[in-house]
């Protein structure tokens, strides 16, 4: 089981920045990728950034030089935290932003969600 809880949403203006964090506890050593998604209004949800235990990423073209995710392993391994810094923030980035963990179990994925956090761009 992971546990995952998400902070560091709010209100913005465009062009403005936001770093969204997600505290992973539990299984993390069973943690292959985390992620952020989001989803706004009437869409469905979205890939936005995703981060691999060898430290690969990857973006959604939308968000390709102005988000940036990383991640700050503890030393005790009892907590994963990962970030996602977002700058130059659009309108169209309003949305719950949604933390994700993928686990490999068994050699099968199992997905961990957060509860979401909402991030709102004002023009």
């Known amino acids: 089981q992971v546990h995952l809880v998400e902070s560091g949403g709010g209100l913005v203006q465009a062009g403005g920045s936001l770093r969204l964090s997600c505290a992973a506890s539990?299984?993390?050593?069973?943690?292959?990728?985390m992620s952020w998604y989001r989803q706004a209004p009437g869409k469905q949800r979205e890939l936005v950034a995703v981060i691999t235990r060898s430290g690969d990423t990857n973006y959604a073209d939308s968000v390709k030089g102005r988000f940036t995710i990383s991640r700050d392993n503890a030393r005790d391994n009892a907590k994963n935290t990962v970030y996602l810094q977002m700058n130059s923030l659009k309108p169209e980035d309003t949305a719950v932003y949604y933390c994700?963990?993928?686990?490999?179990?068994?050699?099968?994925?199992?997905?961990?969600w957060g509860q979401g956090t909402q991030v709102t761009v004002s023009s």
């Open positions: 994700n963990a993928t686990v490999i179990s068994g050699s099968y994925p199992y997905d961990y």
């Open positions: 539990g299984s993390i050593f069973s943690i292959y990728a």
